[in-house]
């Protein structure tokens, strides 16, 4: 198969649909996946047509993780060069998306294992399928969650709940996932795309700017002190003023203070009015 074709993407209505595309080997993810999708990441993330990103799984995965052949076996046989290549393409692409300039959505349409949580957690939200299976199956097969995975689980999960995905390598599907928090929502297999269309669509509302240091600042301030994450977001709201030729703030005051066209309360301000 050419490196082209293990991740698929189209952009349409201002959403870039990527997929792990890797179905028959369930989207585990391969040294070669991993380049390609470092550059389909890069080909979409400052395009003026893209919005929104969502990660999804061609066939019946998400992605059942890193491919224990290609990713561990083979790399291994060549020695320590080559196990740190394939590291640091795989962190590289869950790093990149992690800041990635659009906000992003997992639509977890099947299994998630392993590595998989990576990139599930270097997405902004997550949707899934009721019918999702989720697990930590490196201890099946002799290992820790490494890769950051146990990072990913602590961080957003309870103790216990990772402890016990950690230790048991028992599976959770969808439903269990939302309630655990691992995921936003979870809804039926038949709903699940247009679900996640609803939810970019909230998204593509809002000042993308404002979108870009939010997502950030959520990021960033969980490893912060109380006053230097005050500081950090004051810092960062002037920032995001500079970087925001649009002036998206004032107009979002204007909008509602003058015009009366909006409430903020209620949903976002009508950005086709702002001119920059
Ligand atoms: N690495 C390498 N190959 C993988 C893989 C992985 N993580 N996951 C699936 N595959 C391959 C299988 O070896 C098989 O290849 P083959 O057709 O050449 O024999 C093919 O994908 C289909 O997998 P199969 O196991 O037959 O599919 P299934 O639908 O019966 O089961 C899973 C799906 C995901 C439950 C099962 O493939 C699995 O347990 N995969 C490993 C998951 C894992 O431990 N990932 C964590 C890695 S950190």
Known sequence: MSEKQVVTFRVEDRIAWVNFARPEKRNAMSPTLNRRMMEVLDELEYRDDVGVLVLGGEGAAWSAGMDLKEYFRETEAQGLRGVRKSQRESYGWFRRLRWYQKPTIAMVN????????????????????????????EINWGILPGGGVTKVVVDLLPMRDAMWLTLTGELIDGQQAAAMRLVNESVPLERLEAR????????????????????????????????????????????????????????????????????????????SKVSA
């Open 110 to 137: 099947g299994w998630c294992f392993g590595g998989g949580f990576g990139p599930l957690f270097s997405c902004d939200l997550a949707i899934c399928a009721d019918e999702a299976k989720f697990g930590l199956s």
């Open 196 to 271: 996640v269309r609803e939810v970019a669509a909230i998204l593509l509302q809002k000042n993308p700017v404002a979108l870009k240091f939010a997502k950030d600042a959520v990021r960033r301030v969980g490893a912060m002190t109380y006053d230097e994450a005050e500081d950090y977001l004051v810092r960062m709201q002037e920032a995001a003023n500079f970087h925001d030729p649009s002036e998206g703030r004032k107009e979002g005051i204007r909008q509602f203070i003058d015009e009366k066209s909006y409430k903020p309360g209620l949903g976002a301000y009508d950005q």
